[in-house]
């Protein structure tokens, strides 16, 4: 069947849905996959409006351990009853910013048996989730605010608990991502490398600010189909890869990809 993808929640939205900064992304193919949940509840609402029903999702991802990404967790646990949850080792790991105060942004630690830890690039039916990405590349700039708390001190956060997804279906590769805190050159390297090929769709925040030209000009080695992007993606940076890449999209709450 043809894949769907549809924006639960974003930082912008179309009327008369609601947007938040953070990310959910509803996903549907031969499995129907919820990844990243915002920071409330609010992608259940949207998903309310758009005729999606959460009860029916397969699986659910959460991209890394911060708050706008992961703070609808039990919100979805509350919801569907059966799918699990996977996570990457660590995204419960205390995390912080630092922008003039210390503020917290990671997840609260919660406890539930269908939650999964992945400890490394595991393949499942009809996906492929993938981690332990290489520094091939430079990472965001905006890293060097975000720090974890490691045996009680506060260091700068490597982000290895990041995950990203892979839907690959016959030849037609699709790759989801949550804020690219690895770089999303790096990224969007290693599905080139684990599928042997460019990828087909390009999907999330990639975490650039100011013009992004030339990560765009790189991108385009990687990827021969459309990039929507928006959340930690700024207007700038996307209208710089729009400069290096054919078919660059804004991503906005309820915006419906179909592939």
Partial sequence: MPLKIICLVEDTAKAPLMGE???SLYIESDIRILFDMGQSRLFAEN?????VDLREVDVAIISHGHYDHGGGLRHFLEINDSADVLMGEGAFTPRYAINGDWRFIGLEEIHDDRIKFLCKTESFQG?????????LFEKPAGNRTLFACSKGELVPDSFSDELALVIEEGSYLSLITGCSHNGILN???????????????VVGGFHLEGSSEGVASRLGEFI????YTGHCTSEEARLGLAEGLVNVNPLQTGTEIIA
């Fill in 187 to 201: 990224i969007v390297r290693k599905a080139y490398d684990i599928f042997h090929g460019p990828l087909d769709l």
């Fill in 47 to 51: 998903a309310r409006r758009l005729g």
């Fill in 21 to 23: 900064h953070g990310l």
């Fill in 127 to 135: 996906f492929t989730v993938i981690r332990d990405f290489e520094d």
């Fill in 224 to 227: 021969r189909g459309p990039v």
